[in-house]
């Protein structure tokens, strides 16, 4: 599989089988060969095409970082990249887990209310979290909650959540698309409020407690007309108190047209549920918002008597301005490259402190250049002492130090070529060393250079004409007079082959590697786990 390409930490992960594919990437499972774990490996693909796109997976990864919860998904690592400034997949290494909420419902039909019970307190659990840090998350539905067999649940895909702060312009803040239609609250089907309130996530999870009591989505709409047609079926029309208090004169005007509709009860919809759980399943789906409770007030509803515990109930300190002051301004692609970059440092600790303080090591290789540099060594070591003299594999890797080397006719640069000049080179220079040993400015090589494939030697070698104009001696001395690193009178000569860093030198782009999957096999049909029909509800383990 082309799944890691040119990251070198990705040997560090065995990977197993692809559990899914989607328009972001593909995700597949894996071993952590430096703990043991399984783990989740999320490849991101090209994040950098659109800047909305990005700015959404900066948003999560962000997010999945500040809201750390046992009800909410875990990033455990992020691959460092191979280029600062190049790069354009990224690897999320998630927690694994076995399965979501959409199989569950359907691969289980026998679910128990203790079941019900468990399942709705991990979410009002986690959604009271992420709503104390000031984070809406917009987007809950079966398919964005993960599950495991001992039926634990975590809450994931936190790419449409926003955090609200109080003096956002929420008119323009929340016109963007927000969550998918059946778990939409109607206050969002015809834009009802100018400022929206997380209420809207209670609705979508009262939709989705409603869900796992009857196997089917409980309003499933065929577009926002006929979606808000079927919720007044249900809940019936609303009192002219709620309409009047919509600020949009479309939707007043279509709910007031709507003929009177009389609520069904919910013990007729719901005719073998537990009559608690009733109760709060109708506080959750209250057409008006202000009428739903927030999550800290269902957690205390008498449904929960038996295995609520507030001190299992953490609350969040609320996220910060500065966090996402992305989300206030107009940003760049690079912008947003750079403050990906600063969020996967976040996951390595060392180069995260080099980086605030400005101090980044300039020794530093990339563990895709380290992986490079072992293929190489071991290409001499096999080839070179049975005397050949075929140069190494080419360097593919953005992360590598570029050759310093300009060729005078633009030819196309290779290992090879380079050595052939450095050889053609060095037998010219030898010829002019007895001509002129204290010519100014030209370009001296080393004795064993040439025996060094692909070895830069100087600060700049010019090829395709190995002698040295008088316009180019003059322009090198100027250049060393004007730096302030090195005296006029310096002991190190003006012509000198000293080596000094060439800070104009940049990453080129190289063909990825491939990995080799023949031990992976092909990826498997992911088959969801059925869950155990018997819980200990009191104790809360399963």
Known sequence: MDFFTEYGEGNRYKIEEVIGKGSYGVVCSALDTH???????????????HVSDATRILREIKLLRLLRHPDIVEIKHILLPPSRREFKDIYVVFELMESDLHQVIKANDDLTPEHY???????????KYIHTANVFHRDLKPKNILANADCKLKICDFGLARVAFSDTPTAIFWTDYIATRWYRAPELCGSFF???????????????????????PLFPGKNVV????????????????????????KARRYLNSMR?????????????????????????????????????????DPYFKNIA?????????????????????????????????????????????????????????????????????????????????????????????????????????????????LS????????????????????????????????AVGSMLRYGNCSTSAAEQQYEQRRVVRNPAIAPNSSVPLGSSYPRRNQTCKSETGDVERIDSSQTGPPKPYVANKLPATVDGRSGHW
């Open 194 to 216: 100018s400022k929206y309130t997380p209420a809207i996530d209670i609705w979508s999870i009262g939709c989705i407690f409603a869900e796992l009591l009857t196997g089917k």
């Open 35 to 49: 703990t043991g774990d399984k783990v989740a490996i999320k490849k991101i693909n090209d994040i950098f095409e």
């Open 424 to 455: 053609r080179c060095l037998i010219r220079d030898n010829n002019l060393k007895s001509q002129d040993s204290a010519s100014v400015g030209a370009s001296r090589i080393p004795q064993g250079a040439a025996a060094r494939p692909g070895k």
């Open 260 to 300: 009177r509709k009389k609520p069904i009860p919910f013990t007729q919809k719901f005719p073998n549920a537990d009559p608690l759980a009733m109760r709060l399943l109708e506080r959750m789906l209250a057409f008006d918002p202000k009428d739903r409770p927030s999550a800290e007030e269902a957690l205390a």
């Open 309 to 421: 515990n507030v001190d299992r109930e953490p609350s969040a300190q609320p996220i910060t301005k500065l966090e996402f002051e992305f989300e206030r301004r107009r940003i760049t692609k690079e912008d947003i490259r750079e403050l990906i970059y600063r969020e996967i440092l976040e996951y390595h600790p060392k180069m995260l402190r080099e980086f605030l303080e400005g101090t980044e090591s300039t020794g530093f290789m990339y563990p895709s250049a380290v992986d490079h540099f072992k293929k190489q060594f071991a290409y001499l070591e096999e080839h070179y002492a049975k005397g050949s003299t075929a140069a190494p594999p080419e360097r593919q890797h953005n992360s590598l130090p570029r050759p310093c080397v300009v060729y005078s006719d633009n030819r196309p640069q290779s290992t090879a070529s380079v050595t052939e000049d």
């Open 226 to 249: 006929h979606q808000l047609d079927i919720i007044t079926d249900l809940l019936g029309t609303p009192s002219p108190e709620t309409i009047s208090r919509i600020r949009n004169e």
């Open 117 to 127: 019970q468990f399942f709705l307190y991990q979410l009002l659990r986690g959604l």
